[in-house]
Every structure is written in C-alpha cells, then in structure tokens.
C-alpha cells in the first residue's frame, strides 16, 4: 500500500524526508486542503476543483511557487485507491506531499448522537485564519484540551468571547425558523462547505456573542470529511449550554450530502 506520495512520487515508506532548513518544518510555512473522496475525485460532493482553488488562492497570495498540478492530481488518484480522506500539502518552492486517512470510527455514532464541544481560551486563535497553513498549533492544541474534559470538539473565540468556528469546521446554530453563522470578518476561515451551505441555506452572518448562542435550538459544525455533526453540549467556563442534537432542521443539512 502506498503510504504518501511526495514530491512526484509514490512513497510506501511511512516516513518523509526534509532539510532541517525547510521552512515548512521550521514554521509550519505550507498551505493544505482536506477532501473526503466520494467514488472519485470528479464526483461533485469531492469538490476537488474547489480544493484546487484554495491552493491556488493561498499560493498567489503568499507569491509562492506554483507546484505541478499533474503531480498533484496523480498524487491524489492513487492514494484515492486506498484511502477515503486525503490531505494535499503544497510547500513553498512548489513541493506537493499527499497523506490519505481513514474516515472517524465513530462518526456515524457522532453524526447521530452529536457531540460535546468546550469553548477554548481566545489565545488559542488560529494564525492567518482566511488561509489553511501548516501552522495549525492553536487548533490542535484546543482539540488536544478539549478532550481532556472528554469533548470532542472545541470551539475557538475572539477576544471578546464571540464563538468563532470549531477546531475543524463551521459552526452551525437554528433559532427564529433560521440558519445563523459566524460571518467571514469575525476572522474564521472561508471553508469550501460552509460556501457550499451559504448559497444553499442562506442563513443570518452574525457574530454569535454570549446572549445569541443561548437562544439557538440546535447547532452544529461542518466539514468537508466530516459532513455534520450535531452539538447536544458546550462547556463554557462555569456554564454548560444544551441543544437538541435530534432537531428535525438538521436533516436540511444532512440532504446535502446524499
């Protein structure tokens, strides 16, 4: 089985080669995209063209080099053959590494249990959140706190405390018989499913403030790999807030994906 293709090649070593003055390991100095494959990469909900542009975006904006986009659609075929989820990474100087992954064990369970999230310290604010760098310290090191008060999820903030996005995804609320989400100027990522939804939902941008997320009925967050997953509990600070994990509008949703 290959285990990662870089740089042109397949590799069917699970280990990867790099200069200790690359600046992709010394700063996390990358741009990636995460894509769950269904059947192939041309089926629509892949959204591999979309995964491109978002490398391309990143790539012009940080004036990198473009890499060999042949190479990363060749890439991205073979490890299709073995894994449902891929991770494109493009490095500087044009280099292009393809890991691919397993989808969650548990996600059906969370797709229709839902989860628990905890609500990070607004330190851990993700750097440069319109782009997808390798930098991705202060998202993992929230998920990595989230579970150790057994959350599955966490959800960063600003520095007034408004909810901006989880550690993966777009954060999702219904309340007044309307989708609401963080908008784009709060400072959260341009996710490729959260366009997707906007178009589709045409839900309420607005900045979700202590007094808005107490009056959602359910919310939820989204992803390209992980589609939904409901969110029946957040643990903020000394509160616990509830929501309906089975709330009917969720299925609104859920139809995207079929």
Not at 58 to 86: C, K
């Amino acid at each position: 089985m290959v285990k990662h293709w870089y740089n042109g090649s397949a590799i069917e070593s699970d280990q990867i080669q790099l200069s200790i003055n690359d600046p992709g390991l010394i700063y996390g100095a990358t741009t990636f995209t995460t894509l769950r494959v269904y059947r192939s990469l041309d089926h629509p909900l892949t959204q591999w063209d979309e995964h491109c542009a978002r490398l391309k975006t990143t790539i012009g904006a940080f004036h990198w080099q473009d890499p060999n986009w042949e190479n990363i659609r060749s890439g991205a075929e073979s490890m299709a053959t073995d894994y449902p989820v891929l991770r494109v990474v493009v490095f500087p100087d044009g280099r292009e590494w393809i890991t691919g992954r397993s989808l969650p064990s548990d996600l059906i369970q969370r797709q229709q249990s839902g989860i628990t999230a905890w609500v990070a310290e607004s330190e851990l604010s993700r750097s440069l959140p319109q782009h997808k760098t390798g930098n991705y310290l202060a998202s993992w090191l929230a998920l990595q706190t989230a579970q150790r008060f057994n959350a599955q999820e966490a959800i960063l903030i600003d520095a007034d405390g408004n909810w901006l996005e989880s550690s993966t995804g777009t954060l999702w609320g219904w309340k007044h018989d309307r989708w609401w989400t963080p908008p784009l100027n709060n400072g959260i990522l341009p996710g490729l499913m959260r366009s997707r939804l906007i178009s589709e939902l045409n839900p309420i941008e607005q900045t979700w403030s202590s007094e808005v997320v107490k009056q959602f009925e359910a919310i939820a967050c989204t992803n390209c790999v992980m589609e939904i997953v409901p969110i029946h509990t957040v643990l903020d600070r000394d509160q616990k807030h509830h929501y309906n994990s089975t709330h009917p509008k969720l299925q609104q949703i859920r139809n995207f994906f079929t």
